[in-house]
DNA sequence: AAAACGGGGGT
DNA sequence: ACCCCAGTTTT
């Protein structure tokens, strides 16, 4: 049984991570919203700044957002750490404090996408759910779908995932899927002989008998997430808003600056940008909330 | 369906 | 300079 194997070789094999040495929601809704699209060394660190900076989720509803903003630091697409407090917020608020287990509600929250919503179900409360990250997926079509085929729409593979899970074990299970394809069955280059589930795999086998008739076939290759935008990253709309936010970090008190002094910061740093465009990238963080603008001043919201 | 959203580290 | 990487929200 594949995952009676993987899940043997996850207990032997498998990382030993922070957020698998605990169970307290809150602790695994920080390091979720903070694993989203973001690697495992870099959450490491900023997981027990951030849980010793806000060690459970009234602190964080009710910090400053500026604190939280800045704790983010290091780890980007700030509107996580909005989102994180605005689900503090609302589990506070909507729900007297008690951290929602159902899969359904926990997907209403802010920033709780289909993945982080089972995650959260899974590993917080070690319900037998399926969900799918990028390395989940990456192993769940190589395993379990015809190699010759089009690859099975997301819905089709949480069904086939589904049937998977061991009654009781749905926590080991998806813990090591995921542990598989972010260590062995990674994208380009999977470790298929050092496999433990090489004998049971659809792709492994179709590489193999394709290898026999000498007609070796590359390993089945996801499309990628993302095209990369043409333009170089500097100069960027992502890079002048990173580097307002920067600035914005350091100002003693979350004092702010005014727009104009801001601008001539932000080109100092050696971009140029004209205030119009500058004046239009902060209007844009504004409406997503990671600034505040009061007339002229812009600081972070506190 | 497509675009927007960050940044660090490796090559 | 270019590649990769534990998704979600907005348009
Ligand atoms: S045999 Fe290879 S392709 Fe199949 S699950 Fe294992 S690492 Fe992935």
């Keep these: 049984m594949i995952a009676t194997t993987l899940i043997q070789w996850f207990s032997a094999a498998g990382r030993v991570l922070p957020w698998r040495q605990t169970r307290d929601p809150y602790r695994i809704l920080v390091s979720e919203v903070m694993l989203q699209q973001t690697q495992v060394e870099r959450v490491v660190p900023k997981y ?3 849980l010793a900076q806000f060690p459970d989720i009234d602190t964080l509803a009710d910090a400053p957002t500026s604190a939280i903003i800045t704790a983010w630091q290091g780890l980007g697409y700030n509107r996580r750490a909005l989102y994180l407090q605005k689900t503090a917020q609302t589990v506070r608020d909507q729900y007297a404090g008690v951290f929602p287990r159902d899969v359904a509600v926990l997907r209403t929250l802010p920033g709780l ?5 089972g995650a959260i179900a899974c590993f917080a409360y070690e319900q037998d759910v ?69 004998a049971a795999c659809a792709d492994y086998a179709g590489r193999r008998a394709a290898d026999e008739q000498l007609q070796p076939i590359p390993v089945r290759v996801l499309k990628k997430v993302a095209e990369k935008p043409a333009q170089p990253f500097i100069g960027s709309n992502r890079y002048f808003r990173g580097r307002i936010i920067d600035l914005l970090r350091v100002v003693p008190g979350n004092g702010g600056m005014h727009q104009s002094a801001l601008h001539a910061a932000v080109v100092a740093l050696g971009e140029p940008i004209e205030p119009a465009a500058f004046d239009s990238i902060v209007t844009k963080l504004a409406s997503d909330g990671l600034v505040v603008r009061d007339g002229e001043h812009v600081q972070l919201p506190q």
């Design 113 to 117: 996408g289909p993945y982080t919503a």
């Design 48 to 50: 027990h700044a951030f």
């Design 130 to 198: 399926a969900f799918m990250d990028v390395n989940i997926r990456r192993v769940a079509v190589r395993l379990w779908s015809d190699p010759q085929a089009t690859i099975p729409a997301d819905q089709a593979l949480v069904t086939t995932l589904a049937t998977h899970i061991p009654a009781g074990q749905g926590w080991a299970f998806n813990q090591a899927i995921m542990e598989l394809g972010a260590t062995i069955c990674i994208a380009k280059t999977p470790q298929c002989p050092r496999c433990p589930v090489r």
